[in-house]
Structures are given as C-alpha cells and as structure tokens.
C-alpha cells in the first residue's frame, strides 16, 4: 500500500510557494489553513525560534484561493495510526484506528 511517503507537507511545492508569496514559513502556513479552518492545531517543536514563529499565524490570511489549493493536497492518509505504531506492543494486530 502507497502510504504517501515521500514529499512531506511542509515541502510540497504547492505549500512552498504559498509560504514565498505570504512571506512566511510553510509551517505558518499549513498551521493558518488549519486556523482558518476552525481546526485545533497542536504544533510541536523543540526549537525556541520555531515556537515564537508558530504565534505568528494569527496576522496574516489565506485568500480562498489559497485554502482550496491547500485542501486540494489532501491523499486520504492519518500519519497517526495507532494500529501503525503499537504494533509489537502486545495487542493483536496493534490498536486499529478503524473498526
């Protein structure tokens, strides 16, 4: 099965060249599409430059442009699948997400 690996979000062109023309960083703008969205972003990162840059999502806008060519990337994958990662823990066949 194609799990999408590969180019990541925060280096797919289409994300790239949003970042550019905002002048921010990809991760400012994948976390402003999901701001926008009315989604609960939790951002993580050990990094205090990245932790200061990660407030910054609140001063600038995405047209709808933007947001449609952002949701456009969506591949239908959860890169947080617990049947993924608890596999070996004990329990069979992991901990499905799905049922």
């Given at each position: 099965?194609?799990?999408?690996?590969?180019?990541?979000?925060?280096?797919?062109?289409?994300?790239?060249?949003?970042?550019?023309?905002?002048?921010?960083?990809?991760?400012?703008?994948?976390?402003?599409?999901?701001?926008?969205?009315?989604?609960?972003?939790?951002?993580?990162?050990?990094?205090?430059?990245?932790?200061?840059?990660?407030?910054?999502?609140?001063?600038?806008?995405?047209?709808?442009?933007d947001m449609v060519k952002?949701?456009?990337?969506?591949?239908?994958?959860?890169?947080?699948?617990?049947?993924?990662?608890?596999?070996?823990?004990?329990?069979?066949?992991?901990?499905?997400?799905?049922?």
């Amino acid at each position: 099965m194609d799990r999408g690996e590969g180019v990541g979000v925060l280096n797919n062109p289409v994300v790239q060249a949003i970042a550019r023309e905002h002048s921010r960083t990809p991760a400012q703008v994948c976390l402003r599409w999901a701001v926008q969205r009315g989604y609960t972003a939790i951002p993580k990162s050990t990094h205090e430059s990245r932790l200061q840059e990660n407030l910054h999502v609140f001063d600038f806008t995405l047209s709808a442009e933007d947001m449609v060519k952002i949701s456009g990337l969506n591949r239908h994958l959860r890169y947080n699948d617990p049947g993924e990662f608890c596999k070996g823990m004990g329990l069979p066949n992991g901990y499905p997400i799905y049922a």
